[in-house]
């Protein structure tokens, strides 16, 4: 007796993409790859080739939603945008405009996805694990030799641009010849780390200075310097309630009150809108949970009261 066959086709997928750069990447761009190679045409389809499909970040976001209780969470739509340009810049994905939407096309699809150009799993188990035995390509020291091969341009590139609300390209030569060769002589994505939020923090102010805030200089020759002097002032000191001009003066203030983020009654004027939505677009996170946020660190007093409106991106509760 024949068994069913699993119906909606199947898509295949490399073992070896645990050594990519997308699995270096966020979760949400990680989870929007895989989306994306699912959801594209597996064949020719009026105006779509193979590997292309249409999309738009509203079908995106209902597809990849997930529950939280009773909550029904999405990603923000700059999330979405910021990880179609990550793959974007690593060629993973080429874009075009159409009527409310986009056309995605998965570069080398065809190769990835015809059997004949795989191994059997049989084959590359039992000769792998042979070889390793007798210790062979795969050594130790060779894994660590391929994984110190991959740079996260992207990684590193999307950090300076969080951090000073830029829009640097991680694929131009210039960049990764400076990351390259910072890489090589040792430093850590934590090193690059340390240096980008120690300058952006020096600098930011400084109209002369802040044009700076660039790949070339920050990731050049002085680099060991700026990392010296981020890691000797990393320690920023906290400032205490008498301190803060915008310190809530009583408990009731300070309690914090989900329902209000993220009910009908958080509003936001004009004003308050354009100058949050960059804030919150440049940490990644929606402008409901930025407003959650501000709340929390105490942000607001008698005379300067939380801004009260329905956002069209928040959260919804399933009722």
Avoid at 80 to 97: D, P, V, Y
Avoid at 149 to 156: L, T
Wanted: proline content about 4%; hydrophobic content about 25%; charged content about 30%.
């Amino acid at each position: 007796m024949s068994k069913e066959k699993i119906k909606g086709g199947y898509v295949l997928q490399p073992r070896v993409i645990n050594n990519s750069d997308v699995m270096k990447m966020p979760p949400v761009t990680r989870e929007l790859w895989f989306y994306l190679c699912r959801n594209v045409q597996w064949s020719q389809y009026k105006n779509l080739r193979r590997g292309q499909g249409y999309f738009n970040l509203g079908d995106i976001q209902e597809d990849l939603c997930w529950m939280v209780g009773y909550r029904k969470m999405t990603y923000s739509k700059p999330q979405l945008t910021k990880s179609l340009r990550r793959l974007r810049e690593g060629f993973m994905i080429e874009t075009a405009r159409a009527t409310h939407g986009l056309v995605i096309t998965i570069c080398n699809y065809d190769f990835y996805q015809d059997p004949n150009n795989y191994e059997g799993n049989d084959e590359g188990v039992r000769e792998g694990n042979a070889k390793e035995a007798e210790g062979s390509q795969y050594k130790q020291e060779d894994i660590k030799k391929d994984k110190k091969k991959e740079i996260p341009y992207a990684e590193i590139v999307d950090i300076l641009n969080d951090q000073t609300g830029r829009s640097f390209k991680s694929g131009t030569s210039a960049t990764r010849k400076v990351i390259t060769a910072r890489w090589k002589e040792g430093f850590t994505l934590e090193d690059f780390r340390v240096v980008i939020e120690s300058k952006v923090s020096q600098w930011r102010d400084d109209p002369k200075m802040k044009e700076y805030l660039r790949p070339e200089t920050l990731f050049g020759t002085k680099f060991e310097s700026y990392l010296n002097y981020g890691k000797e002032n990393n320690t920023p000191k906290q400032k205490t309630q008498e301190e803060s001009p915008l310190f809530i003066q009583t408990e009731e203030q300070q309690e914090i009150s989900l329902q209000q983020v993220y009910g009908m009654d958080f509003r936001l004027d004009g004003s308050h809108q354009e100058e949050w939505q960059k804030d919150a677009d440049r940490l990644g996170i929606t402008i409901q949970e930025y407003g959650a946020w501000r709340k929390s660190c105490g942000l607001y007093s008698k005379d300067n009261p939380m801004p009260t409106v329905d956002y069209p991106n928040t959260p919804t509760e399933e009722q």
